[in-house]
C-alpha cells in the first residue's frame, strides 16, 4: 500500500453543506464548488494546477509569492488566484503568455538569492521551489548572483530532529502561520521588513530555545529545504509510504510513515486522518527512533532466580520453559495461581489473544490491563449513567463546542494534537472553564485565556462537580424538557434535591475547594446558558478514591443541562495511551468479555465456549492489585505482563516489587529491560508498531489500522508470539494475519460486529458501533436515548480521601505527563526527545519553597506515608501554595514509590492525584532507589549465547 505525496489543493475547503454552489469556466471548462472557494482550488479540484508558493490547503490564503496570478475576463491585473474567491459567470484564464512571463519573473527573483546546489540538497526531488522553477519553465537567471543576498548565514541545528537553514528560505511564512494557525503555539515570526526580513523563533532564539514545542508543522509546511528533517539529510528522500497509527496517546493520529527500503525516513501526519487531520506532536512525528535502539532486546532470555544473569535461548526453549513452568506452577499451587495482563500499547487482536489465553488456556480470568489505573471508573461512571463504557463524541465535535469545561486534564501535554484543535476553537470564540489545580497551558498561553480557572484542591472534583449542580439546579438553569424526555425523571429529582442542599453550595464549599464561590458561580452559568457546552475529563477526575463517582457527577452535569446526545457536548474522556480504549473493549477486564459483557452471563459464556471450544471459568478474576496482594500471600505464583512496566507505572512500587518477588514465574514481554522485567524469570523480546499489523482503538472509539512497515526484528509480531505461547499449551490456534483475529472479535463481540481490516481500509477508520444504517460507525452516541434507555443521574456524596495532608506531610503531590514523554519513558527516553524533559521535576510554588530554604534545581527528598524518593526542583507559581506536582516519567526518580494503595472504590484504580508529602533537602539517593539501581545493573547482566 503505498501513497508518496498528497495533493493540496491550495486552500482549505469550504463547508459544501454551508455554502450555495458557484459555477464559473476555468481554462474554458466549466466547474462548480461552493461559495466562497479560491479560484486556486476550484482549479485543483478540476485537476489544473496553477502554480503557487505560500499556499497550502491547511493554511488560510496568504498572497505572498504572486506566482499563482491569473487572468479574469472583465477584471483589470492579474489578481492572486489564492486569495481570489470564485464568483458565478467568472471566466478565468490561468496560462496566458502573460501569465508565464509574470511568474517566470517572480522566480526568478527567487531563485536569484537561492543556493544553486540542488544536486546535493537534502530536499533534490521533494522540493516545491525545485518543482516550480520547473514548471514556469525557467531556465535562466538573468540577474546573476552577485550583490546583495541571503546566501551566507549559519543553519540552527539546535533541534534534534530538524535543521532551519536561512540561507534556502523564501519567507513565505508559511511556517509561520502553520505554526499560528495549525499548532497554536505563535512560536514563528518573520522578523524585519523588506530585504530584511527573516524568520525567527521567538526572540530570535534558535529553535530548541525557544517556545517551540517541535511539533513539526512548519517543517512539513515549508516548500523548500529551509526546514528540514535531518533524518532526510541522512538516509535521503522516501521511496514508498504506508499509512499507519500513532502508537503513543489516545488521540490516534495517523501517519504516512515514509519508508527508503527497510529504512523509517519520516513520519508525515495523514491529511485524511479523522483524529488529526494532517497534524501531529513532537512524540509520533519524530519519537520513533527506539525501534532501532542499541537496547532493545532481540533474543528471548531465562534465568531460575532474578538474582541470576539471563541466558539468551532459542524462541522454542523460552516458549517451551514458560509453559512448563505455568503448568508446574497449575498443578501445585492451583488453576487461579496465575494470571496476565493485557497492554494499551499493543493492538486490539494482541490485546484479545492475551485474554484469550488467559481464559482459554489458563482456566481462569486474571487477566487486567493497565487501564485499570487509568480510566477504569470511566468505564463503570459512563456505563451506570449512559449505558456504554466510552466518551460520547468524535474530536470534531469541539468544532461546534461553545463552551469546554476541561477537569483534570491537560490536552496540549497529555493529548497534543486534540489540545491544538481544541486551541484553534478557543481562538474562533468558544470559552473555556479549567478546573485543575496546576495553571496549565489552555489557561493561558498566547490567544488564549480562560474565561474561569478554578485550581481546586487536589481531592474535591466532586466537590466542584457538585456545587456547580448546585448553581444550576437552584438558580432555575436545568434543562427540564430534556431531563423529562431523555432521563428517569424520579432519579433526576431526588438528585436535584441532593444537590439543592445549602451544603453543597459554592459559599459552603468555599474553604475545601480553595477557589471563590463566586467563580464557581459564574462557572455554572456560563456551562449552563453559553450554548453547547462540552465535558472534556483526564485523569486528573478518574485516578481519585471517588474517580468513578467524579466520572458520575460530570455525566450528571451533562445531563442537567441537556448536553448529551448531539455535536458540540458531550462526555469526553480524554484517553492516556494509545489504545487504553481497545484494551477494555478486547475484555481485558477480570468480569468481562470483549464488548463489556459480564463473565458470569451464561449465555455469553456459552457463545465464547462454543467458539473456543471449552468450558469457561463464571467467577470473575483477579484485578491486578488482586494478584499482587495474593502473591504476598503465597497463592499468585505466576504473571504474564504484555507491554507494561507495573513497578514504575503502579502505585506503591514497594508493594509491587515485594508481590512480583514472591512469584516463580515472571514473563516479561516488552521492547526493552524495563523496571518489571528485573523481577522476571523470562523475557519475551516483543516488536514495535511498525512492525506489525492491527488495529488501535482511539479516545473517540475510532477503530484505525496499524500496518507493517518493517520486518519484525525480533522475527515474530507480539499476536504471534501470543499464539506460539498458545500452541504450546495445546490450544491449536491458526492465525496466519491479524485481520483473521479482527474477524474472531467481530464474531464474538456486538458492537464490533461490522469492523473488518477490509471495511477499515474502505472508510479509513470506523467508529464504533458501526451497524448497517451507519456502516463507517457513530461520531455522535446517545442521540436520540442513552444506549441504556433513560439517562440516570446518580448521587454522587462527597467521602473526602483518607489521604489527608497534617503536620508531618503538609504539601499535597499531584502528578501528570509532559508533552516530549510517555507514560514510564520506555520509548520516549530512548529517542532525542530527552532533549526537553531529561528527568522528573518536581514542581513547588515560591513561598513553600522559601518556607523550606529550597532554592530552584536544589536536590530534595519527597516523602509520604508510603515511601520516598529524590528528586531535582523546579520553583514554579504554576502550582498553587500547597500543592506540589511532579511526572512519572524516569525510573530513576519513581515518583510511584510515594503514591500510596488507596484507590476508588468502585474500579480500585489508584488514587495517584492525592498524595500527602514533605519535600525536604536531601543530600543523596534513597535507600529505595539504590536497591533499585541494583536490581537494574543484576538485570543487565545478559549472556549472550547464539540464538536460533
Ligand atoms: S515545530 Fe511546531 S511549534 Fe515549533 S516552530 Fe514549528 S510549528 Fe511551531
Ligand atoms: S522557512 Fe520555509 S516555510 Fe518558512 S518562510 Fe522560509 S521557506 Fe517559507
Ligand atoms: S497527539 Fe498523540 S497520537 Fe497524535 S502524534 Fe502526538 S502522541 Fe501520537
Ligand atoms: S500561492 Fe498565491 S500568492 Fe502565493
Known amino acids: 500500500m503505498a501513497w508518496l505525496g498528497e495533493l493540496d489543493l491550495g486552500t482549505p ?170 499548532q497554536g503555539t505563535f512560536a514563528l515570526t518573520i522578523d524585519g521588513r523588506g530585504f530584511d526580513s527573516k524568520v525567527s523563533a521567538s526572540q530570535n532564539e534558535d529553535f530548541l530555545s525557544s517556545e517551540c514545542v517541535s511539533c513539526g508543522a512548519c517543517v512539513q509546511a515549508c516548500p523548500t529545504s529551509a526546514l528540514q528533517e535531518k533524518k532526510v539529510a541522512e538516509i535521503g528522500t522516501p521511496d514508498r509510504a504506508v499509512i499507519t497509527t500513532c502508537a503513543y496517546c489516545g488521540v490516534g493520529c495517523t501517519f504516512r510513515a515514509e519508508m527508503r527500503g527497510e529504512e523509517l525516513v519520516r513520519m508525515i501526519p495523514w491529511k485524511d486522518g479523522k483524529a488529526n487531520h494532517g497534524h501531529s506532536c513532537v512524540k509520533g512525528r519524530f ?200 432521563c428517569d425523571w424520579d432519579e433526576y429529582q431526588d438528585w436535584a434535591a441532593f444537590v439543592s442542599e445549602r451544603e453543597r453550595s459554592p459559599e459552603a464549599v468555599e474553604p475545601l475547594l480553595g477557589v471563590p464561590a463566586e467563580e464557581v458561580r459564574a462557572a455554572a452559568r456560563l456551562f449552563a446558558t453559553g450554548g453547547n457546552g462540552a465535558i472534556y475529563y483526564g485523569l486528573g477526575v478518574t485516578e481519585h478514591s471517588q474517580g468513578s463517582s467524579a466520572v458520575m457527577a460530570i455525566a450528571n452535569l451533562a445531563m442537567v443541562t441537556g448536553n448529551v446526545g448531539r455535536p458540540g457536548v458531550g462526555v469526553n474522556p480524554l484517553r492516556g495511551q494509545n489504545n487504553v480504549q481497545g484494551s477494555c473493549d478486547m475484555g481485558s477486564f477480570p468480569h468481562e468479555f470483549s464488548g463489556y459483557r459480564h463473565v458470569s452471563d451464561p449465555e455469553t459464556r456459552a457463545m465464547f465456549e462454543k467458539a473456543w471450544g471449552r468450558e469457561l471459568d463464571p467467577e470473575p478474576g483477579l484485578r491486578i492489585n488482586n494478584m499482587l496482594d495474593a502473591a504476598t500471600d503465597g497463592v499468585f505464583k505466576g504473571l504474564f505482563v504484555q507491554g507494561e512496566d507495573i513497578l514504575q507505572s503502579d502505585p506503591d512500587a514497594q508493594h509491587v516489587a515485594a508481590g512480583l518477588a514472591e512469584m516463580e514465574c515472571v514473563v516479561m514481554q516488552d521492547l526493552f529491560l524495563n523496571e518489571t522485567a528485573n523481577y522476571a524469570h523470562v523475557f519475551l523480546p516483543g516488536s514495535t508498531f511498525l512492525e506489525k499489523d492491527g488495529t488501535f482503538t482511539n479516545a473517540e472509539r475510532r477503530v484505525q489500522r496499524v500496518r507493517r512497515v518493517m520486518k519484525p526484528r525480533n522475527g515474530y509480531a507480539d499476536w504471534e508470539i501470543v499464539q506460539l505461547l498458545a500452541n504450546a499449551m495445546g490450544l491449536n490456534w491458526n492465525y496466519t494475519h491479524a485481520s483473521q483475529i479482527m474477524d474472531e472479535i467481530a464474531l464474538l463481540t456486538p458492537t464490533f460486529r461490522r469492523v473488518s481490516f477490509d471495511a477499515i481500509d474502505q472508510y479509513g477508520s470506523l467508529q464504533w458501533p458501526a451497524t448497517d444504517e451507519h456502516p463507517e460507525g457513530t461520531p455522535t452516541m446517545h442521540i436520540d436515548h442513552f444506549v441504556r434507555g433513560k439517562g440516570k443521574f446518580v448521587v454522587t456524596d462527597y467521602v473526602p480521601t483518607d489521604e489527608r495532608s497534617g503536620p508531618r506531610f503538609p504539601l499535597l503531590l499531584t502528578t501528570g505527563r509532559i508533552l516530549s514523554q510517555y507514560n514510564v519513558g520506555a520509548q520516549t527516553r530512548r529517542t532525542d526527545n530527552v532533549a526537553w524533559h531529561p528527568e522528573d521535576l518536581l514542581e513547588m510554588h515560591p513561598h513553600d519553597a522559601e518556607n523550606r530554604g529550597l532554592k530552584d534545581g536544589d536536590w530534595v527528598r519527597l516523602t509520604s506515608r508510603t515511601g520516598e524518593t529524590t528528586l ?20 530513576d526518580t519513581q515518583a510511584n514509590v510515594v503514591t500510596t494503595d488507596i484507590s476508588d472504590w468502585a474500579t480500585n484504580c489508584p488514587e495517584y492525584k492525592v498524595t500527602a508529602v514533605q519535600v525536604a533537602p536531601t543530600n543523596g539517593p534513597t535507600k529505595w532507589q539504590e536497591e533499585m539501581r541494583e536490581r537494574g545493573r543484576i538485570s543487565r547482566r545478559i549472556e549472550t549465547v547464539a540464538a536460533e
Open 872 to 891: 531535582r526542583l523546579d520553583v514554579t507559581d504554576r502550582v498553587a501554595p500547597g500543592v506540589v506536582y511532579t511526572t512519572f516519567h524516569h525510573p
Open 13 to 182: 475547503a469550504v463547508p459544501a453543506s454551508t455554502a450555495a454552489q458557484v459555477t464559473l469556466t476555468i481554462d474554458g471548462e466549466p466547474v462548480t464548488v461552493p461559495e466562497g472557494t479560491s479560484i486556486m482550488r476550484a482549479a485543483a479540484l478540476m485537476g489544473t494546477s496553477i502554480p503557487k508558493l505560500c499556499a497550502s490547503d491547511n493554511l488560510a490564503a496568504f498572497g505572498s509569492c504572486r506566482l499563482c496570478l491569473v487572468e479574469i475576463e472583465g477584471r483589470a491585473g492579474y489578481p492572486a488566484s489564492c486569495t481570489t474567491p470564485v464568483a458565478n459567470g467568472m471566466v478565468v484564464q490561468t496560462q496566458t503568455s502573460k501569465l508565464k512571463q509574470l511568474r517566470k519573473g517572480v522566480m526568478e527573483l527567487y531563485i536569484s538569492d537561492h543556493p544553486l546546489d540542488c544536486l546535493t540538497c537534502p530536499a533534490n526531488g521533494d522540493c516545491e521551489l525545485q518543482d516550480m522553477a520547473g514548471a514556469v519553465g525557467l531556465r535562466d537567471v538573468r540577474y546573476g548572483f552577485e550583490g546583495q543576498n541571503h546566501l551566507v548565514q549559519p543553519t540552527d541545528a539546535s533541534n534534534p530532529y530538524f535543521d532551519f537553514d536561512p540561507t534556502k528560505c523564501i519567507v513565505c511564512s508559511r511556517c509561520v502561520r502553520a505554526c499560528d494557525e495549525v
Open 287 to 486: 519519537a520513533w527512533g527506539y525501534a532501532q535502539h542499541q537496547q532493545r532486546i532481540l533474543n528471548p532470555m531465562i534465568r531460575k532466580s532474578i538474582n541470576d544473569p539471563w541466558r539468551e535461548v532459542s524462541w522454542d526453549e523460552a516458549i517451551a520453559y514458560t509453559v512448563s513452568e505455568f503448568k508446574r506452577i497449575q498443578e501445585k499451587y492451583g488453576v487461579r495461581a496465575i494470571g496476565g495482563l493485557t497492554s494499551s500499547r499493543c493492538t486490539n487482536e494482541e490485546t484479545f489473544l492475551v485474554q484469550k489465553l488467559i481464559r482459554q488456556g489458563f482456566g481462569n480470568n486474571n487477566v487486567d490491563t493497565c487501564a485499570r489505573v487509568c480510566h477504569s471508573p470511566t468505564g463503570y461512571g459512563l456505563s451506570t449513567t449512559f449505558g456504554t463504557s466510552a466518551g460520547t463524541q468524535d474530536f470534531d465535535s469541539v468544532d461546534q463546542s461553545d463552551v469546554i469545561f476541561l477537569i483534570g486534564a491537560n490536552p496540549t501535554d497529555a493529548h497534543p494534537v486534540f489540545g491544538s484543535h481544541m486551541k484553534q476553537r478557543l481562538r474562533q470564540g468558544a470559552k473555556i472553564i479549567v478546573a485543575d489545580p496546576r495553571r496549565i497551558d489552555l489557561v493561558r498561553s498566547p490567544h488564549i485565556e480562560a474565561a474561569h480557572h478554578l485550581p481546586i484542591r487536589p481531592g474535591t472534583n466532586i466537590v466542584l462537580l457538585t456545587a456547580m449542580a448546585h448553581v444550576i439546579v437552584t438558580e432555575g438553569l436545568a434543562d427540564e424538557d430534556y431531563i423529562r424526555a431523555r
